[in-house]
């Protein structure tokens, strides 16, 4: 591969936007992409001053760069195509190499385990790489957890098999892959059946209309197909391996999660988280007491997931390793109000709901508040959410054009789920879910419930009872303490947490033998429950409505993000010589991984020390730079520009 390093383009293109009139003159200097700060020919004022109005002189839209040269063969001074402009899958291509090219050469990321040949789908982020992400995360902690006051926390990425059992993940989080006969080789089914289908119609335009209307009908129900069903369109389709032709295996779920095992014994069977959430939600009861019993609240948590997909492609889309970012906001089911929802109800962007993309229409630009009002989006809290990812995304870089919300298909979504709507964003792979925003109900408390035995759930207190019958449980703390010792919390949340049905076959068999055998999973043993230990009584006064929170999580794949973001912010311009072109991310400030340059115009000694002076109080100020005090005389030309 190429290796070709031109130094950054701040040295060799930038020009003075603000007059210095102070005799030791620091500049912010910028072109409409480019930040730097130079240091102007004369010292006589402290750099604290002249570096204190620098810091009020960065706007907001500044924006850094970072430059290589083109590779060869790109057509010199040619402005590179916008993906979503790429007319062509040709011009979407070679846009995206410029792009990768340069993402590898700068060492934004990197192949992992390069020197052994690396491993698909696991990626390094090198230095810019680091920086970037870094700014990105940092911003989404300003932008969700501090601005709407959520309770962040981190669990561990190897979670043990029962968390993962209740959540669905064990038995259900797969894909169906085929295996081709001869060599072994792995590719995920849905996959090929679609690329046959698209390829089919992207290459045959005289292709009879039912046959297009089959294809498409294949293309649009993949996600319903059961292994039989895709067995036997991929046999019908005569579909084999991509690289040897050979005959394929019938589909077979292949389970996404990477096994381990917790401790020495091999015995406690864990996994690699696949995703965030479950840490959340198994800390509900701590987080609900926490926030002083009340709802609404959220809670957040940054870290990996890791999911083994079976033919990671698309580069830094779908890997094996990846950084989500998820929200879970737990909200009473009956008031999904949200008391912020007007700040975002003018909001106008690109949607593109369920009922468009059933009669093949395209997304159209509507106003948040409308398509709440409307139905369109199911509630308030959930439409103040893709507001909010909204902003989150357009702040960061991400072209308002080029991003879309589109609600997911009835198809698509899981029987539990109230409404679900992905951010979507375009690059030269076409529309990506890099953000999906769901209303999940009260699924994921319930099965935890029900697994755990501890009662998830929160309550209204009422200012007056209500007259209404109802079974009440009240454990004896000191009885089922004096029996159970250490194991007595356990067994108090099983009793809690008991069904009306089980709490009535219990009460029953309370009087008349006196006790009772009763199941507790957390133990993983039958106890024996007394009278003394437990009540259990029909009431007709209720003080409070107890229930399950629902939830509404929005889930940010951060790799995808940041991909999308760079096609988003890269361009090419003239290099200094004719045949020359740079290739520019123009990131805006926020994300930019080097804030500002710090350099002399003139070869001289004295401003040197000054030049190291102002690049330690950028450092101790956070702003990221680079100091270069090379020699590299470049007065005249920035005086000349
Ligand atoms: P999911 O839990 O499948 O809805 O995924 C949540 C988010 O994670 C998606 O919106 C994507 O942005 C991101 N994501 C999912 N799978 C991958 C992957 N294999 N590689 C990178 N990002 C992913």
Redesign the pocket.
Known sequence: MERNWTPPLTRTNFRKIQPCTSPIEISLCSSPHALSLSLASTLHRSCKTSLSRFKTLIPFSLSTMAAANQPPGSAPGAPAAPAGNAATAAGREAFRQSVVNTLERRLFYIPSFKIYRGVA?LYDYGPPGCAVKSNVLAFWRQHFVLEEGMLEVDCPCVTPEVVLKASGHVDKFTDLMVKDEKTGTCYRADHLLKDFCKEKLEKEPNLAPEKVAELNHDIATLDDMSAEQLGAKIKEYGITAPETKNQLSDPYPFNLMFQTSIGPTGLSTGYMR??T?QGIFVNFKDLYYYNGNKLPFAAAQIGQ?F?N?IS?RQG?????E?T?A?IEHFVDPEDKSHPKFSDVADLKFLMFPREEQLTSKSSMTLRLGDAVANGTINNETLGYFIGRVYLFLTRLGIEKDRLRFRQHLPNEMAHYAADCW?AEIECSYGW?????I?DRSAYDLKAHTEKSGVALVAAEKFAEPREVEKLVITPSKKDLGLAFKGNQKMVLEALEAMSEAEALEMKSKLESNGEAEFQVCTLNKTVTITNKMVSINKEKKEHQRVFTPSVIEP???I???IYCLYEHCFYTRAGKTEDEQLNVFGFPTLVAPIKCTVFPLVKNEQFDTVARDISKELTLSGISHIIDVTGTSIGKEVCTD
């Open positions: 789908g696949p995703e959430a997931a999911r997909e990671p830094l889309l779908r890997v094996r990846f989500l998820e992905d990506i879910e890099c953000v999906g769901a889930s940010f794949g790799g995808r993000i």
